[in-house]
């Protein structure tokens, strides 16, 4: 008579392990899918509420520690002098096709800057004499954008050769040689005319596939118990 269990019974026992904590794997990640599944759905009805808002005054400087995402495509006004003498050029793709955003630093009457994204200018019409050129006191109405630093994707900033791929505030500012800049852009609304840049092209568009997400990881984990319990089933049944 032998005792303890035989190599094929660890064997089983510790399949089931195995499968029940790949089980557990599983259904954690549909979890955390619902997680985020809440989340983009607050994040989008905020984006909503505030694109429907009236235009509050950009956040001046006292406000700037406290500014993070969650301000993004907050709708803002602000006024000042347009400086097209230090505009930046930052590649862009459109529904226009490849080309440019216009960046341009205003300075406000109480003396700090705040980069403009005047709009979009296609690749062979960059030339300054080519659009419009704002003078004297101009009034901005626009969606507030956080800086985005570094770069895109494989693309990093070039600020000495004045290539951008992306709107970093901080480092067109230093470019730029402006200080008391905000660590925000605005994406100006669309003017009047045919007239070059285009405004009004931001793109508010957020995906949200985390419901099939977590349906997916969750119909692994019951198809993995599912085929589990039977093997398992099986094997016991050869040893009877």
């Known amino acids: 008579m032998t005792s303890g269990r035989s190599p094929r019974r660890v064997g089983l026992i510790g399949a089931g392990i195995v499968a029940a904590l790949l089980v557990a794997v599983l259904c954690g990640l549909g979890v955390w899918q619902v997680q985020r599944l809440q989340w983009k759905t607050d994040l989008i009805r905020q984006v ?3 694109l429907s808002t009236p235009a509050i005054p950009a956040p001046a400087m006292a ?12 709708r803002v006004i602000v006024t000042g002098q347009m400086d097209q003498q230090h505009e930046a050029l930052v590649k862009a793709v459109t529904a226009y096709g490849a ?16 980069w403009i994204n005047r709009g979009f200018v296609p690749q062979d019409r960059t030339a300054a004499s080519s659009r419009s050129q704002p003078q004297g006191v101009v009034t901005i109405t626009g969606l507030l954008r956080m800086s985005q630093p570094g770069g895109a994707f494989l693309r990093a900033n070039d600020p000495d050769a004045d290539r951008w791929y992306s709107r970093d505030t901080a480092a067109l500012a230093t470019s730029r040689g402006l200080d008391r800049v905000a660590p925000y852009f605005i994406d100006a609304d669309a003017g009047s005319g045919d007239e070059l ?23 692994m984990a019951l198809g993995l118990a599912a ?8 094997e016991r049944h050869r040893e009877a």
Do not use: C, S
């Not at 085929?227 to 099986?234: D, F, H, K, P, Q």
């Open 48 to 50: 909503e509420a505030r």
């Open 63 to 74: 406000a700037w520690q406290g500014l993070d995402g969650t301000d993004d495509y907050r």
């Open 99 to 114: 080309g440019f955003w216009v960046m341009a630093p205003l300075k406000t009457d109480q003396g700090w800057t705040v």
């Open 197 to 219: 840049p285009i405004g009004g092209l931001t793109v508010v568009r957020f995906r949200n596939n985390h419901l099939g997400y977590a349906l997916t990881w969750f119909a």
């Open 227 to 234: 085929a589990a319990t039977i093997l398992l089933r099986r």
